[in-house]
């Protein structure tokens, strides 16, 4: 990582912090966990267990727990913190700020905002970015470049648009949520009456509604209501590439891994896990908690707390003993087949 | 759904239809099921079958068939129709051009349009979009903002695409086609001579065609062909992040399910459905109305009419008898290893 | 294919081939196989075992290997070369720079150029493009229309961005690199610190490195670093909707099929080549020369040169063998069930 750190902001960042050791190291140029870390490097023991690897470490500073035993070798500083993984991370912000400042507060010169749209003059439109009649953008947002934000939107306070999201219609966002590039929330559901061979379109007159410190990954989708609303619940991570389909309801803190699919009316409550390329069949219920490994094919409703694999999906330690079965098959069948011949 | 119908739009709406009950209602401000409908709601009779929920039900109006024996409770209005779901779907029509408008004729003052481009004095071109040389836009389209409509294509009336749509060059879009947020058509097709090691490019001089009627979900990606074109049939429904590979022919009246990938000179004939997250190995045909489910992995020609599951994908019945067997394997094994001890 | 080709220019593409037929025929309109070429076509003998469609074959004109025995009917042109199908690609090659013609240098009047970019003159940057502060961009490089290139970032030589292509921040694109449209190219990573019950976001403070050669396909997304970077080598071909999570390093000239999933901080080496839609579970290492089917998931290393299928995938023969046995499981089980009876 080219990057540099001036060890005198470090130290202004922990004012409690006890440091031992080198005090007058000037720059680092990297993080580096303390394996790999070198002269230079700022590195942290954020587990006990790799204790150990403090001593031989190279890291020109090292963040570690307040009853860390031993001393720094010379030329290396020591800083000692309650929580070295929480100092890292703020270490991390810092160092965020600075390699993707925030836009100065504004609008683009080359942004077009309808006259109704009302943005917060602390806010940032990036070049290019359209905002639709009578959309209301809060305080710290932004916005940036080729975004649409369409027409009866809100974007909650703090809230970040990367470049190309586009926001469609009435749809709702709130506060500290992040919506990664060329995220779409609020497109057409997929949904068609059958007539003769031929698909009707069913209108879809309701919204999207995301709640606050939302984040949703690059080239994500997540369809618009058939009436009422489709919704990503409060502190829920979804990754790139996910499909979210009308009139789903996510609840809150979730982790939906990449290339999820989740079928209309879906209903996932809190708190569960999704991993990769997982599908939902429509019109299901995932009781909160619920586990479901990436690839896992759900067609029925979850139990809260369950924990599901494969496809069709079964507890995982039921589908794990199937799978070392699958595998002796071959076994099984030839054994068969000698008890057969032996009669 | 906060949405304002007057009950006489309604009333207008269907000028043969017998009203009972009350009809100085106003406005209704919602649309919901029978079971959930609250005061000021609109509900209907779509299905027989739910007949007796018409009586305890709290809309304000319902649509009910002619034939439907029952009277109103006082302020509710019932509205008899010959087909109540059509009739909610008139209802939804009117309602999504107030929701949604179509943005008035004419070119956005931020969009840059190439000379020699033909563009149908009734059609919109929205903010930031551009649109290249020698291409024609037919009468009453809807070209959102940030699109990208590349030379020498044709888009036919009535057709609309959404935000950031990326049709790239020499493409040909039907009539009444609906492109959502981020589709791209016409990328460049995956195909590459495989050399010393390395693989190099085969150029892609083919495009795509998208006849009548067809939708495209939003982020869903459409390569064109090598020589000639890849293609979607009339009135078929792809939905969210699905891909379709070059030379790709697809019927009339499919619908592909999210995230489904086809991959290079796949032949999928009419009325094929396809469930989410299914998958199908190159150079395969798949007869007239086969049924595929979700997350299905096809490596061999299906014949027309079948309906697989499963990868490797079986006939849906024997795939399901098979899931069974394979939770009894634990059992099978337990109890072949106790014939065994007893020899 | 409605293209035009003069035979006058093919006889100019091959100044050392020989020729023997009808050379005054003109212009050709289209490209195919011996079996489906018609009056008018170009056509070629790509592999010896199609020899004996040359004869009855239509096409106007026919590339053949310099060996090929046999005459040209009337009306038809042979031109004989070393290498047909090196020949057809240089006639691709010439006709795709006729029907995608690469734009003029220059920016288009309507793109925003900060004033601390570097541009090489050679290169064109097309309409709604961004470029942002000090990133650089080296000669003969086509940036298309509604690009952002992020602050920072750089551009190697002859580089192709597609329309809609989001570069974020201080990424590095090699030289010949092609982005197809709608790629995003350094999003955040998907990692979260949990704490109580909430999820903390891990700012993500690397960056994306692809190397030369690399190709990407239309809506693919690749994560950016939490420190360092994530690259995708020399020669690699990454296909439509492919998630590329933080920390992923790809070596060079594998291929990776559309709606691949690859977890965070997984190491896939040289020359690997993996299946549509298949998943890689996070921080594994999956070896050189490796291939995996479609669908596979994979959730442990992989050998190099191993040949994998299924979920958890197992050697390719054995996961076909058991899909076999998997059909058996009916009559074994009743099989079993007769064996018991008789007892």
């Known amino acids: 990582m080219s990057l540099s750190i001036n060890v005198s902001e470090l130290i202004d960042l922990f004012p409690g912090a006890i440091q031992s050791g080198q005090t007058s190291i000037g720059k680092l140029d990297g993080i580096a966990n303390l394996r790999d870390a070198k002269v230079g490097d700022l590195s942290f023991l954020g587990n006990a267990k790799y ?25 290396q500083l020591f800083i000692r913190v309650e929580n070295p993984s ?63 934000i369409g027409m009866g939107t809100t974007i909650g306070e703090g809230s970040v648009f990367y470049p190309g999201v586009k926001l469609l219609a009435r749809c709702q966002i709130g506060k500290q949520v992040i919506l990664n590039a060329g995220v779409v929330v609020g497109s057409e559901g997929y949904g068609f009456d059958q007539g003769d061979g031929s698909h009707q379109k069913i209108p879809h007159l309701g919204k999207v509604v995301i709640e606050d410190n939302v984040e949703v990954g690059a080239n994500t989708c997540i369809d618009r209501a058939r009436f009422e609303e489709t919704k990503i619940g409060q502190g829920t991570k979804l990754d790139n590439l996910v499909q979210v389909g009308h009139n789903v309801k996510i609840g809150k803190n979730c982790l939906i891994v ?57 507890p995982f330690h039921l589908a794990q003993r199937i799978s070392v079965l699958q595998r002796k098959l071959p076994d099984l069948f030839n054994r068969f087949a000698q008890e057969k011949s032996k009669e």
Chains 1, 2, 3 share one sequence.
């Open 51 to 75: 204790k150990s690897q403090v001593e031989p470490c190279n890291a020109s500073v090292i963040l570690l727990p307040n009853d860390f035993q031993g001393k720094p070798s010379s030329n």
């Open 258 to 314: 990449a290339q999820v699919g989740v079928s209309g009316s879906v209903l996932i409550e809190d708190e569960v896990i999704v991993g990769g390329q997982a599908g939902f069949a429509g019109h299901l219920k995932v009781g909160k908690g619920a586990k479901i490994a990436g690839q896992a094919g759900i067609t029925k409703d979850v139990e809260p707390g369950a924990f599901l694999k494969g496809n069709p999906a079964l």
């Open 86 to 148: 929480r100092a890292l991370a703020q270490v991390c912000e810092l160092l965020e700020g600075k390699l993707y400042p925030a836009p100065a507060p504004g609008i683009h010169s080359t942004a077009f905002i309808e006259e109704s749209a009302s943005i917060h003059h602390s806010s940032s439109i990036g070049a290019f970015s359209y905002v639709g009649h009578e959309s209301i953008i809060g305080p710290n947002c932004t916005i940036n470049t080729h975004c649409h």
